[in-house]
Each structure stands twice: as structure tokens, then as C-alpha cells.
């Protein structure tokens, strides 16, 4: 039966089907109920939306979402983009996963740095994701910050370029320093990098210590800049 209301996404999934591109074709990475190409498939975004994942369960769930909101979906078993072949996608989405897990998925699809539109959800080591996409030769063009259940995530919108380099504050707290929830997510990290040097300080001798000590000084001088 195909339902007639329009599909609602949470905070999050929002904020990224909002970034987008209008027309485009839409590789959802790791899709679990496939709502957001559902929505977007909905709303006219895109042209057309493949949806992937590496267990059954959560694409059957996604084929079922679909066949109820009578939504033209392209479900794929596989691992990360390994079914996707360059020309399907001009967007690609990875939403909902790690940063070093976005990272091994996108190093398995080279043809991702070209021409191609990425929106990557972080849910940990953002930290890990932004320099890794800078070796690549893929710029950050946009950094949103979306909160969530009480939790503030970032999303990046990226493409192939020349990026300039990143600084330490920026691998740490993204570059989204225009976005209302800017501060409380810098917050955030000086507070994970305060833990991360009191643990390394009980642990006496760790060579990691200065780097994040400098670490953790470069994102106070952020925060003080940004709160005047």
C-alpha cells in the first residue's frame, strides 16, 4: 500500500537532505531505512536515488520504506560503494558512521574525487575525516552544524579541489565558525581535548602529550576569539 503522507526526517537527515543539489543523482551510502533518498525522492530533489548497505536487514527495511511511500528506490547489497559504478552519482552521501570508517569507504571509490558532490555525517573523529579528505585533494566547502537528540554533529559538503591547509583548531572544530551552534560544539572539543591531555599526563611519558597540548591551546584561542 502506498502511503500518501510525505516522509519527516529527523534533525539530522534534514539538515543533509537540505545541502543537497537540486536534480542530482543520489548514492546513499549505509542507508539503514532508506528515508532520506525516500525523502528527497519524495520532494523532487533528486533525479534518481541508490540506496546501499551491507547487511540485508536494514536494505529490506529500505525496500520496504519505499514500496510504501511509492518511492523509486535502488536498493544495493554491498559494501560501501563497491555496487556503484562511476556515472550513477553525482552526489554521494554518507551519513551516520565514523569518520575513519567514512574515509576507508571513499578510499575504496576513487572516482569520488571527481566531479562529485560529497555530504559526509561524522558521528566520531571528525577529526580523523577532515584531513584525510584534504590528502585527497578534496576541499571542505561547507560545514554545517546540526543538533540532534542533545548532540551537535557536523556535516561536510566536499569536493575535489585544492584545498588550503588546514589549521589544528580547523581539524578539530571544523570550519563552520559562521554556524549559531559554533561555539557550544567548540566547547565540546576543548572538553575532549582536556580529557585526552589529563589522560596522557597520568600516562607520564606518552609522545602524543605536546601535539595535543598545542592542540588543545589552538581551540582555546578559537573559542576566546569567537566569544568576544
Not at 529500505?62 to 511509492?70: D, E, I, Y
Not at 575535489?160 to 560544539?185: F, M, Q, S, V
Amino acid at each position: 500500500m502506498i502511503e500518501n503522507a510525505r516522509l519527516a526526517l529527523p534533525p539530522r537527515l534534514a539538515a543533509v537532505a537540505a545541502l543537497v543539489p537540486l536534480g542530482g543523482r543520489l548514492a546513499d551510502v549505509g542507508t539503514d531505512h532508506g528515508y532520506l533518498p525516500i525523502f528527497l525522492l519524495q520532494s523532487g530533489r533528486v533525479a534518481s536515488a541508490i540506496a546501499t548497505d551491507i547487511a540485508p536487514g536494514p536494505l529490506e527495511r529500505a525496500k520496504s520504506a519505499a514500496r510504501r511511500f511509492g518511492a523509486a528506490l535502488d536498493c544495493r547489497l554491498c559494501d560501501g560503494l563497491s555496487a556503484v559504478s562511476p556515472g550513477e552519482a553525482d552526489t554521494v552521501v554518507i551519513a551516520g558512521m565514523g569518520g575513519e570508517t567514512i574515509a576507508h569507504i571513499l578510499s575504496a571509490a576513487p572516482w569520488t574525487r571527481e566531479g562529485i558532490t560529497l555530504l559526509l555525517q561524522p558521528m566520531s573523529k571528525a577529526e580523523k575525516l577532515r584531513p584525510w579528505l584534504a590528502e585527497q585533494g578534496c576541499a571542505i566547502v561547507r560545514e554545517v552544524l546540526v543538533e540532534d537528540r542533545g548532540k551537535i554533529y557536523p556535516i561536510l559538503l566536499s569536493r575535489g579541489g585544492h584545498p588550503p591547509p588546514l589549521t589544528r583548531a580547523e581539524i578539530w572544530a571544523g570550519l563552520g565558525r559562521d554556524e549559531p551552534l559554533y561555539p557550544r560544539y567548540l566547547a565540546g572539543q576543548i572538553r575532549r581535548l582536556r580529557r585526552a591531555v589529563q589522560g596522557l599526563r597520568r600516562a607520564e611519558g606518552d609522545a602524543r602529550l605536546p601535539q595535543v597540548e598545542a592542540d588543545l591551546q589552538a581551540l582555546e584561542n578559537v573559542y576566546r576569539e569567537v566569544m568576544i
